[in-house]
């Protein structure tokens, strides 16, 4: 998996740097061709003759070092890329990365390069734990980039814990199982909704519902991590979405969703409608704002269509996934959604558990096939949740009849 690829190796400024020349001597040994960037700190630790020599290809630190007037350096460094492999990942680099910051070669060439990011940090186990060094890795993670943890042992800091580079031959096992294991959903179309619908009574007023959305965009981001072509449909909130791969319609109204849902549904491998629909609308939308009476004022609401069910009506080759938010009997109802929707598969929120539902970072489901085959998925964040998710629906594509 790694003969005759192109890997740029990003050396950042740690002890761990170090590491990295073994790295490079063992990719080299592998087949595959390297190029070194380093940052100007990590050039303090080990000198970039010894990464020119184990490479036996220029070292490059300067982003205004050009050497070919033909060629814009950090853009054919970044294009010529097949796989990016940052070892060792400081808390620095991992930072300017998660916030776009170009200010040196190797913060540029990570911005510019299209090819596939595994990112191994090493750090004292105190900033590893830092919040702000958490945040950028969940960011970076949710745009695609590929971790390898560090592990566990005594620092050069003198601290014993998290934070180590893995070791070199661990870093190129973790970076060719992942290549050869191809990405869960390439060439897939994955459509999925998100968020809550607003149902208008008057220009200033609507009903609504308290979801977030956050679900529905962990399940965007993960799937478009995988591989996939991810259209999300996403009611009114407040989220960005990172990645290339997602392509986002913004609706407000159920009969919005429904439309657009449809719209997408036919060239659609896998669908997840992870939206919380509202079941009513107000059936008068008054065109003024409704001044106040003396009296009650009483709103008829009518139905709006249950979008999931006429999916689940028009089905062909689709995996169609719904959710199921419950405060009771949560799998029990859940069952009868999946059957009564035509679904292949229902995740079972139960939001009135610890840790789970609307708004919140964090989520615990029961993911049910159609055979009912059961899988728990305990509390974690939404991210962590989305990939299990994924990989449940991957299984049980895979054992579909085609
Ligand atoms: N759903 C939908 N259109 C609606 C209502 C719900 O597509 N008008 C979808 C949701 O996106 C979710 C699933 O149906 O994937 C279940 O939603 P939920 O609100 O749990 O259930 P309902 O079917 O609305 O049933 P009830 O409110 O009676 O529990």
């Known amino acids: 998996m790694i003969q005759n690829k192109n890997i740029l190796l990003g050396v950042s400024g740690g002890i761990a740097a170090y590491k990295a020349c073994a790295l490079t001597s063992k990719l080299t040994q592998q087949g595959a061709a390297v190029k070194v960037i380093m940052t100007d700190n990590a050039a303090k630790f080990v000198s970039p003759l010894t990464f020119q020599a184990l490479s036996r290809n220029p070292v490059h630190i300067d982003t205004f070092d050009e050497k070919d007037p033909a060629k814009i350096a950090h853009i054919d460094l970044a294009d010529w890329a097949d796989i990016t492999l940052l070892a060792p990942a400081t808390a620095n680099i991992i930072g300017k990365l998660a916030n776009g910051i170009a200010d040196d070669m190797l913060s540029t060439v990570l911005l510019a390069t299209q090819s596939s990011v595994y990112v191994a940090p090493a750090m004292n186990v105190h900033m590893y734990a830092h919040p702000a060094v958490i945040a950028n890795m969940k960011q970076l993670d949710s745009w695609g980039y590929h971790f390898i943890e560090p592990g566990a042992g005594y620092l050069a800091c ?128 008054y065109g003024e704002k409704m001044k106040k009476q003396p009296d009650d004022w009483r709103v008829e609401m009518e139905r709006t269509q249950d979008i999931l069910q006429s999916l689940g009506e028009a089905k062909k080759h689709q995996f169609l996934a719904g959710f199921a938010a419950e405060t009771t009997n949560p799998v029990e109802y859940g069952i009868t959604k999946l059957q009564k929707k035509n679904l292949d598969a229902i995740i079972v929120n139960n939001v009135a558990a610890e840790g789970a539902g609307f708004g919140g970072d964090t989520n615990v489901v029961t993911y049910v096939n159609k055979t009912e085959e059961k899988e728990d998925i305990a509390l974690r964040s939404k991210q962590e949740i989305a990939k299990e998710i994924l990989k449940l629906i991957a299984r049980d594509m895979k054992d579909e009849p085609k």
């Open 158 to 285: 003198g601290y014993v814990g998290k934070g180590r580079l893995e070791e070199p031959e661990s870093i190129i096992a973790a970076v060719a199982e992942h290549q050869g294991r191809g990405d869960l959903f390439s060439g897939k179309k994955v459509l999925i909704s998100a968020g809550p619908t607003q149902e208008k009574v008057d220009p200033v007023r609507f009903f609504t519902n308290r979801s977030s959305g956050k679900m529905g965009f962990a399940l965007a981001e993960a799937a478009a991590s995988a591989g996939a072509d991810v259209t999300l449909v996403a009611g009114p909130v407040s989220l960005e979405t990172g990645n290339k791969r997602i392509n986002r319609i913004d609706v407000v109204t159920a009969e919005e969703m429904y439309q657009a849902m449809h719209d997408h549904f036919h060239t659609s491998d896998i669908v997840i409608k992870a939206a919380a629909v509202a079941d009513y609308r107000p059936k008068q939308i």
